[in-house]
């Protein structure tokens, strides 16, 4: 036997026309980003005639520290200039070319510091400049 089919009447389905269907967020949603800082405008630039440059700020030393750093800042130097001269001809692998470059650029820079009178600054950086000229050389 077969069943009997029920009789439904279909109704016509509601007007959604009106209302809003949330749309689900997509894939890689934006980001919230905080608004940018507001920055001024720099004031306009003065003439820089009769203005001298930056002041330097080096540590006040006396007399006696002060020919004790040129003299120990000469004798770094000296001691680095030999030890380059050392390893000059000889072939270096990258680690070694490496430190001879920055030997030079420690020994170009404490003599750029002796010309500007920095001599604290100098006597740093010649010893930087000496100690890595020893590794050369004990590396050699």
């Known amino acids: ?13 509601p007007d959604v026309s ?8 997509g894939i890689g949603a934006e ?3 905080p608004p940018k800082p507001h920055v001024t405008a720099p004031e306009p630039a003065e003439s820089h005639a009769g203005k001298h ?9 006396d007399t006696a520290e002060l ?5 120990e800042t000469q004798r770094n130097l000296d001691v680095a200039e030999r030890n ?13 070319a490496d430190l001879v470059s920055k030997v030079r650029g420690f020994a170009d820079n404490a003599r750029e510091a002796i010309r ?9 950086l010649s010893s930087k400049a000496q100690l890595l000229s020893e590794q050369l050389v004990g590396s050699l």
Do not use: H, Y
Not at 1 to 13: F, I
Not at 18 to 25: K, R, T
Not at 89 to 96: D, E, F, I, M, V
């Open 18 to 25: 009106g209302e809003l269907v949330p749309q689900p967020p």
């Open 53 to 61: 440059v930056e002041p330097t700020i080096a540590p006040e030393v």
């Open 31 to 33: 980001r919230f980003q």
């Open 116 to 124: 500007t009178g920095d001599w604290v600054r100098a006597k740093n």
């Open 84 to 96: 380059l001269q050392l390893a000059q001809g000889k072939a270096l692998n990258a680690t070694q």
């Open 1 to 13: 036997m077969m069943p009997r089919a029920a009789s439904t009447v279909l109704q016509s389905p």
């Open 67 to 71: 020919t004790q750093a040129k003299a």
